[in-house]
Antibody, heavy 119, light 112 residues
């Protein structure tokens, strides 16, 4: 059974960089799109971007200038960095696995981690 | 960006009765490869999203057959044939036909 687990600071100061890591267990990194999605408190879901197992990335244009997603295959981890954060970036951040090919869907999600931006 | 609009935003349902959620996209979700990458997710209170259906009507393993998806082009529907207590939560449609991937605003299913 594939499992994903987010980790990182729960509190980030305005203008600083939010950094989260997702650890994948029970399956291979290879052949999938490793994705970040966020959900502000009480609101809907927003796709942040993904990194494919080859290392190629795709970001939401609304966040592209501030987002970097990277992959560490040796540790079965992928990471999110979001720079210059403001209160609007306060959200539960989920990592998820996305299946490409003929499927093209999310199949596994982490439990999510709440990140609050506040001084 | 493709805007996904769900109706209703809230759906109070009696146990054992059907529920239906509509999802309309601002552009056709038919990909150039001929597939339509429209999925449905369920989010129970305090839980992460759970995949229910992909490519309009395909149920994921373990999803009860009381859930069904349908539609085409820009209009899609998720139906629950007989609502059970465990179905309470927020349901999202999502498209992966075009970047950026987008989600509907969510429909809250609750028991009357």
């Amino acid at each position: 059974q594939v499992q994903l687990q987010e980790s990182g600071p729960g509190l980030v100061k305005p203008s600083e960089t939010l950094s989260l890591t997702c650890t994948v267990s029970g399956g291979s990194i290879s052949g999938y799109y490793w994705t970040w999605v966020r959900q502000p408190p009480g609101k809907g879901l927003e796709w942040i971007g993904y990194i494919y197992s080859s290392g190629s990335t795709k970001y939401n244009p609304s966040l592209r200038s501030r987002v970097t997603i990277s992959l560490d295959t040796s540790k079965n981890q992928f990471s999110l960095k979001l720079s210059s954060v403001t209160a609007a970036d306060t959200a539960v951040y989920y990592c998820a696995r996305f299946v490409g090919g003929s499927g093209w869907f999310f199949d596994y999600w982490g439990q999510g981690t709440l990140v609050t931006v506040s001084s | 960006d493709i805007v996904m609009t769900q109706t209703p935003l809230s759906s109070p349902v009696t146990l054992g009765q059907p529920a239906s959620i509509s999802c309309r996209s601002s552009q056709s979700l038919v990909h150039s490869d001929g597939n339509t990458y429209l999925s449905w997710l369920q989010q129970r209170p305090g839980q992460p999203p759970r995949p229910l259906i992909y490519k309009i009507s395909n149920r994921f393993s373990g999803v009860p057959d009381r859930f069904s998806g349908g539609g085409a082009g820009t209009d899609f529907t998720l139906k629950i044939s007989r609502v059970e207590a465990e179905d309470v939560g927020v349901y999202y449609c999502t498209q992966a036909t075009q970047y950026p991937w987008t989600f509907g605003q969510g429909t809250k299913v609750e028991i009357k």
